[in-house]
């Protein structure tokens, strides 16, 4: 572990907060997410199979087999009852956490990106990339939990198409959201947009540019007041999603692929680093494949744990603040259980200094 002291804050990761890895996938990993007792994890990769676990042991509870492609979202119902996959193989998977078996699958006409659970677990919906003649798409799904899964309609109850722009370029949506009281739909798209959209009638809401590159991954505080949306320019944001004002801006030095919002402080944690395409060639102390721990309201870094030996693509926070979990393109999920001195850590308000703060490292063996 690494950690950086600065002036203001001095405090380590003691040796004996050691990551739980967890090796269950044979590819990239591309989501890790906690259920909302945060007593679970779900995990997914470019291997097609997707896997829960105990998320105080890291013990494997089962797989959940049956997608040809890959797995780029998924999500868990509020009381961890069903569970959807969405692939690159065009399906959504609907499935049962209890016994890992397949319900239900709807198809698309594109590879599925992204998939979320509407409040109340009797719908979702998903985004799907452009394909032949079919254009980028926001399908909405009725899956009440009293039905016959049988009687589950094939087509959705609603879609939305996602034109080309004015400029004949195709955008593609990267992550899905439904806002409280499933007032609305938040998508996020590759050239850097957030969109809002009416999932009833399909009407364009809102729009605005967060980021000058693409969006890769959005994360929600529990309550969904605030979110955090990751960026390949390098930058983290914030926002206050009543009038989606722009809070904070979280700056590095390499690609940030997922960031979140610790629930119990006030603390953000970024993972990405350099592209995956040049890993092969660089060292892990190169590529900066670290989380790294910034102060959410005064945008400072103040610590980072290393351990991947690849760019990080997931990062979730359980909700009781005690653990987090990365997943990365070298195929683990390292399970971080935050010891006393952390939990109890206080964050004292910085001193203004003139000129640049000296910062060190200190290495943990």
């Keep these: 572990l690494l950690f950086t002291a600065s002036k203001d804050r001095k405090y380590l990761f003691p040796k004996n907060m050691r990551p739980i890895l967890l090796n269950g996938h044979e590819r990239a990993l591309t989501v890790v997410k906690y259920n909302r007792d945060g007593d679970l994890l779900f995990t997914a990769s ?65 590879p599925v990106r992204g998939v979320a659970w509407a409040e109340g677990g009797e719908m979702f919906a998903s985004i799907s990339d452009p394909f032949v003649d079919h254009n980028a798409q926001i399908s909405i799904y009725d899956i009440p939990s009293g039905a016959d899964p049988e009687d589950y309609r094939d087509t959705p ?23 409280n009281l499933n007032e609305a739909l938040f998508v996020t798209f590759d ?22 590159k693409k969006i890769n991954r959005v994360s929600f505080n529990l309550d969904k007041t605030l979110f955090i949306t990751s960026s390949s320019d390098f930058t983290a944001k914030l926002y206050d999603v009543l009038d989606l004002k722009h809070l904070k801006t979280y700056k590095t030095d390499r690609p940030v692929n997922a960031a979140v919002i610790s629930e119990t402080k006030e603390h ?58 990365s997943g990365a393109e070298d195929g683990y999920v390292r399970l971080h259980h935050f010891d006393k001195s952390y939990l109890d850590m206080k964050d004292p308000v910085p001193a203004e200094e003139v000129g640049e703060e000296k910062t060190q490292e200190i290495g943990i063996e």
Excluded at 273 to 286: I, L, P
């Design 268 to 325: 953000i944690l970024l993972g990405g680093g350099q592209e995956a395409m040049s890993v092969t060639t660089t060292a892990g102390k190169v590529g900066k494949f670290e989380t790294r721990f910034f102060h959410l309201c005064y945008e400072e870094e103040f610590g980072s744990v290393k351990g991947h030996f690849g760019p990080i693509n997931a990062l979730a926070i359980n909700p009781n603040g005690r653990n987090y979990a």
């Design 157 to 179: 109850r609603l879609e939305i198409d996602l034109p080309k722009n004015e400029d004949g370029k195709q955008v593609k949506p990267t992550n899905i959201v439904w806002l």
């Design 191 to 212: 050239n850097g947009e957030i969109r809002l959209y009416n999932p009833e009638t399909g009407e364009k809401l809102e729009e605005f540019f967060a980021h000058e």
């Design 46 to 110: 470019k291997d097609h199979i997707p896997s829960m676990w105990y998320a105080s042991t890291g013990e494997r509870i089962g797989t959940f087999n049956g997608h040809k492609g890959t797995i780029w979202d998924l999500d868990v119902d509020r009381f961890s009852t069903r569970f959807l996959t969405a692939s690159a193989d065009t399906n959504v998977f609907l499935w049962d956490c209890q016994s890992g078996e397949k319900i239900r699958e709807f198809s698309h006409y594109g």
